[in-house]
């Protein structure tokens, strides 16, 4: 492990100790938890109805209340990550869209739907480790100037 690398697990370790998770995890529980579970009946509901298989795919494809609660922490607890925090949210939507291509493309070339899936999350997996890589052993993002 780099110096570097082993310095950012070393600090992000000794902020955990400073944190009290279990208060953390029973307050997101509750808020953000209870929210999500609402937003996921709204769809489950909305699917029951053939002619609003677009919207369900629309409101699940665009599901960005995850981003506000995201937003809503990183802005309460760390300030100086906001910038960092928007551009991967930008990147992130960015793959999204890839993995999405990617699920359509299978599905034209007529490939099964578990093929498709798995397929499609190899492609996760594998587009997620590069990006723990870039970001945690290289700095990519900051390095390219993107956070300047």
Request: proline share 1%; charged share 10%.
């Amino acid at each position: 492990m780099n110096k570097s690398l082993k310095n950012k697990v070393i600090s992000f370790y000794d902020n955990l100790k400073n944190k009290n998770l279990s208060k953390s995890f029973l307050y997101y529980w509750f808020t953000s938890g209870i929210i999500i579970a609402l937003f996921l009946v709204v769809l489950e509901v909305i699917s029951y109805n053939p002619n609003f298989v677009e919207i369900f795919a629309f409101l699940s494809g665009s599901f960005f209340i995850i981003n506000f609660f995201q937003f809503y922490t990183v802005d309460n607890e760390n300030k100086n990550a906001m910038k960092p925090f928007l551009i991967q949210t930008m990147i992130g939507g960015v793959i999204w869209v890839l993995y999405g291509l990617i699920m359509y493309i299978l599905y034209i070339k007529n490939i099964s739907n578990y093929q498709n899936m798995f397929i499609t999350l190899l492609a996760i997996i594998l587009f997620s480790v590069v990006h723990f890589i870039l970001v945690f052993k290289y700095d990519f993002y900051k390095k390219i100037g993107l956070y300047n």
